[in-house]
């Protein structure tokens, strides 16, 4: 049954900021309230137009302790090094979900999971990587960067049109059922980026990793920046109101 009431588009956001969390925490939480969405979209299918609940979107940022976390689609010789070095380096490993290969999270990195029911915006998966992707181009404005896709990759780069200077500095990796999607992006702010040395980050050999921190000369300022990062993703994903 297609509903075309209001609850069919509800543009309004839940934003929570769950600060420094443990990754599969911050994981299994997604996936309580991916799990939610996803039934109130099966429960809408039953009813009358006069009965639908709208589908709620949420907006998760976060950061979490070391960890690499390795998409649906990766090879796990990607990890360059093994448990016992893990361990030695108080850093964890996840095979995920999500889409993409291998990443680094860690703190001085903003991460953030949306959980958004498409049917609410527009159901093109690709059009929300992009948009994700302007999320993040528009927020290095304003620290002076010029952030930019790289044709064939995901995510968020700078110098990506000159050869051999191309450096990736937010990874993107997303799942999407229903129309409902979860996971998000890693943007790096003051993030250790000795870490990403562990890895082939995304499983890409031959490109760079930078941060904000390590592009301005100077830490940043997390509660700003994510400001910045939430006031743009609003005005890209034309959020109407927050609950």
């Not at 990754?23 to 991916?34: R, V």
């Not at 592009?215 to 990062?229: A, R, T, Y």
């Amino acid at each position: 049954m297609e509903a075309n009431n209001f609850f069919k588009k509800n543009k309004t956001l839940n934003y929570l900021d769950l600060g420094e969390v443990d990754y599969k925490l911050a994981w299994d939480f997604q996936e309580k309230i991916f799990a939610n969405v996803i039934q109130t979209k099966i429960e809408n299918r039953k009813v009358s137009d006069l009965e639908l609940k709208p589908t709620l979107n949420y907006l998760i940022f976060c950061e979490h302790p070391a960890v690499y976390t390795l998409g649906k689609s990766g090879d796990e010789k990607n990890l360059l090094v093994n448990s016992d070095f893990l361990e030695q380096s108080k850093a964890t490993f996840y095979k995920t979900n999500r889409g993409g290969d291998i990443t680094f999270h860690g703190p001085g990195q903003l991460v953030g999971y949306p959980i958004l029911d498409l049917d609410n915006f527009f159901t093109d998966i690709h059009k929300y990587l992009r948009l994700l992707e302007d999320v993040i181009i528009d927020t290095l404005k304003d620290y002076g960067l010029i952030g930019m896709r790289y044709i064939g990759y995901t995510g968020v780069w700078l110098d990506a049109d000159i050869k051999g200077k191309e450096r990736k500095i937010c990874a993107m990796g997303v799942r999407c059922s229903r129309w409902v999607t979860m996971h998000g992006w890693a943007l790096n702010a003051n993030t250790n980026l000795s870490y990403f040395k562990n890895i082939i980050p995304c499983g890409i050999n031959d490109k760079a990793v930078t941060s904000i921190e390590n592009e301005i000369g100077k830490p940043v300022d997390m509660i700003e920046l994510k400001k910045k990062v939430f006031m743009n993703f609003c005005r890209i994903f034309e959020i109407e109101s927050l609950d």
